[in-house]
C-alpha cells in the first residue's frame, strides 16, 4: 500500500502551498514519524520564503532533509517533534526531535532523530533547533563568571541566548529590543530588559541577533575596551555598513562571526553535532523557555500564515504549527 503525507511547499519567493508526497516503507535502519509540532523559524524561514537566499550561500543554506532548490520550489524548515509509528524497537513510540521540514509524516534514518526527553513537552521542544544556536554561540562567545553581557535582539535566537546567559553564575544580563513588548519575554527568562537607547555599556561581551544594521552599530557602542560582538544575525543577500573608524582600533574590539553549522572551535574536538543537540534538549527542561513560543496554528494553515511572518504582519519569536491524525 502507497503512504501519503502532506509537506510544505516554497513554490515561488512569497508563496507556499501545501503538497500531497508518497513516504516509501521504512527500511531496518529507519523510522516513520507522525509529526506533533513543527516550529517556523522566524529569522531563517523568512528570509528563504522571501526568497532572499544569496546564490552563493544556496548549498551552505541547505538543510539536512531540503527538497528542491532555491529560491524554489523547496521543502524547506528544519524544526520539527513527532512521534516515532514504526521503527527500532528501542525508538518505537517515542517522542523525538528531527530537523525536518513541515511535514505530517516522514522517514527518516533512526540515527536522524533525537529522543525528547520525559521532562520537556513536545510543544516546547520545536525550539531544539534554536536552543542549540545559543550554545553554539556560548561556546564561541566563552562568557565568564561574573560577566556583564548584552544581547542585542529579542527574537528567538537572541531570546535563547539570553535565557541560557541567565544561568551562568554572577553574569549580569541585558537583553536589548526596540519592542517594548519584549520586556515582559525578558521578565519571564529572568534578565533586565532596556530599549537601545537606555542600554548599558561598558559591557565585556555583547551577542547580536537583530539582524539590523543599526543593532550592531550600537552593540559596538556598549562595549568596554577589548570587549566582543558577537555576530548571530544573518542578513541573507543585504550589505551591512559597520563603524570600523573612529574609536574601533583604539578600543581594540573584535567582532567575532558564529553560526551553527559548524560545532564551535573551541569544543569541536569534545562534541559532535549529536552532541550539542542532546543538550539543547537537556536544557528544554526549563519552562521559562515556553515565552518564547508566541503563537500556534495548524499545519492547514502554514500557506496563509508564513506570509504573515515574512511581512511582520504577525509578530512573533517562535510561530507553532500544530498537526493532527486529519492531515
Not at 537583530?210 to 555576530?231: D, F, I, K, N, Y
Request: with cysteine; proline share 8%; glycine share 10%.
Amino acid at each position: 500500500m502507497t503512504r501519503r503525507a502532506h509537506a510544505f511547499w516554497l513554490e515561488t519567493p512569497g508563496r507556499g502551498a501545501i503538497r500531497e508526497v508518497e513516504l516509501p516503507a521504512p527500511g531496518p535502519d529507519e523510522v516513520l514519524v507522525r509529526s506533533l509540532f513543527s516550529g517556523v523559524s522566524r529569522g531563517t524561514e523568512t528570509l528563504v520564503f522571501d526568497g532572499r537566499v544569496p546564490e552563493n550561500q544556496y548549498a551552505a543554506m541547505r538543510a539536512p532533509f531540503q527538497e528542491g532548490d532555491f529560491p524554489g520550489p523547496v521543502k524547506y524548515g528544519y524544526l520539527s517533534v513527532g512521534v516515532v509509528e514504526e521503527g527500532p524497537e528501542g525508538l518505537l513510540g517515542r517522542t523525538v526531535f528531527c530537523l525536518h521540514p513541515h511535514q505530517t509524516r516522514y522517514v527518516v534514518p533512526a540515527a536522524a532523530v533525537t529522543p525528547v526527553p520525559p521532562d520537556v513537552p513536545a510543544g516546547r521542544a520545536v525550539l531544539t533547533g534554536t536552543v542549540e544556536t545559543a550554545v553554539n554561540a556560548l561556546w564561541d562567545a566563552a562568557p565568564l563568571v561574573g560577566d556583564r553581557v548584552t544581547v542585542v535582539g529579542g527574537g528567538m535566537v537572541g531570546c535563547s541566548v539570553a535565557a541560557l546567559l541567565a544561568r551562568f553564575p554572577g553574569v549580569r544580563v541585558q537583553l536589548v529590543d526596540a519592542d517594548p513588548a519584549r520586556a515582559e519575554v525578558a521578565e519571564a527568562l529572568g534578565v533586565g530588559f532596556a530599549s537601545p537607547a537606555d542600554a548599558l555599556g561598558d559591557r565585556d561581551l555583547v551577542v547580536h541577533a537583530s539582524a539590523t544594521e543599526e543593532g550592531l552599530a550600537r552593540s559596538l557602542e556598549l562595549l568596554r575596551p577589548e570587549g566582543t560582538v558577537v555576530e548571530l544575525s544573518w542578513y541573507g543577500d543585504r550589505r551591512v555598513a559597520l563603524p570600523l573608524g573612529e574609536a574601533f582600533h583604539s578600543r581594540r574590539l573584535t567582532v567575532r562571526g558564529s553560526q551553527v553549522g559548524t560545532v564551535s572551535p573551541a569544543r569541536a574536538g569534545t562534541r559532535t553535532y549529536a552532541d550539542r543537540l542532546a543538550l539543547a534538549l537537556d536544557l528544554l527542561a526549563d519552562p521559562a523557555l515556553d515565552a518564547l513560543v508566541t503563537g500556534e496554528s495548524a499545519f492547514a494553515e502554514l500557506p496563509d500564515i508564513l506570509p504573515k511572518l515574512a511581512s511582520g504582519d504577525l509578530p512573533a519569536l517562535c510561530h507553532r504549527i500544530r498537526y493532527g491524525d486529519d492531515d
